[in-house]
């Protein structure tokens, strides 16, 4: 369900939420089922290919509706919603609706992560911080940024992702939900974070996407689709891709008509053809009759 953005529409949420993970972990008792276990020591994040030019994110999170080519303004509020996902993961979401700015503000602050072992504090400064997300520094984006890390840090989410088989793959602990940014404080131009060493999980067995960071700074203009799907090509190693035009609407969050929004798609694929993210972009009819976008990854 969703819930408008008003102070009274958030009451009970974390109630909601709680009432929620208990159901999750005595679902997970019966069935046996041990969550992934907690990392009881202070893990680094360390990726293979993370450098100064890319920026990493979960493949099962890159690939949900978590992040959304939202238009600004007022959004939503949201407990125990179901994200679009691939079928073998259930992520369940509370918090804000969050858009594409959000994820560059979320890539970069586990960027700024791998520098400290996962569950201590992360320090960086706030203008050097929105310099590396490609804006710019005074009052009103240091304002933007703040509200941002308020809506990762109210941000919750409970994922399950099992095997083809049923057997569970990926579970974090259900006894409470997880967090994108755990907490953070602000003191003379300086922030102080907190990701929660689970997150560590999220990244194993290399199921993560690496996003060309240099690209994603040269988008133009309103290209905030173009940049949501650059993530959902960097889930994949597969060279030719394609997504059913009904199921990347959904993911999209987008709730206008179809032929709206196969224009819109169509733009998105010439923004990231023209960046050289993928050649080939086009909208086609597949042997099954389903609308689907094609494009080949560089």
């Not at 040269?218 to 889930?235: E, I, P």
């Amino acid at each position: 369900m969703d819930l408008h953005s008003t102070p009274s529409a958030t009451v009970g949420v974390r109630d909601e939420l709680l009432a929620e993970v208990e159901a999750l972990q005595a679902r997970w008792r019966a069935a046996g089922i041990k969550p992934t276990p907690k990392i009881e020591q202070p893990t680094r994040l360390f990726l293979p290919g993370l450098t100064d030019i890319m920026r990493a994110m979960p493949n099962h999170i890159a690939r949900s509706s978590l992040f959304a080519p939202v238009a600004p303004g007022r959004k939503k509020i949201y407990k125990d919603k179901v994200l679009v996902s691939r079928s073998d993961a259930i992520i369940k979401f509370w918090g804000e609706q969050l858009d594409e700015s959000q994820a560059d503000v979320w890539m970069q602050a586990m960027y700024e992560a791998r520098k400290y072992p996962l569950g201590e504090r992360i320090i960086f400064k706030r203008a050097a911080f929105l310099r590396a997300i490609g804006r710019h520094t005074g009052n009103y984006e240091y304002k933007w940024l703040h509200r941002a890390l308020l809506a990762l840090s109210f941000a919750m989410i409970v994922i399950e992702v099992r095997t083809r088989d049923g057997k569970l793959k990926l579970g974090i602990d259900p006894t409470r939900a997880l967090h994108l940014i755990d907490k953070f404080d602000f003191e003379d131009g300086t922030y102080a974070i907190r990701i929660d060493p689970r997150w560590h999980a999220m990244y194993s067995n290399s199921e993560f996407a690496m996003v060309d960071w240099n690209k994603r700074l040269q988008f133009g203009l309103h290209q905030d689709m173009a940049k949501a799907l650059q993530r959902l090509v960097a889930t994949s190693s597969d060279p030719e891709q394609r997504n059913a035009l009904d199921w990347l609407k959904s993911k999209l969050e987008y709730t206008g008509r179809k032929t709206d929004f196969e224009d819109a798609i169509s733009r998105a694929m010439n923004e990231l053809v023209r960046l050289e993210i993928i050649r080939d972009g086009r909208i086609e009819v597949s042997s099954k009759g389903r609308t689907q976008a094609v494009w080949t990854k560089l």
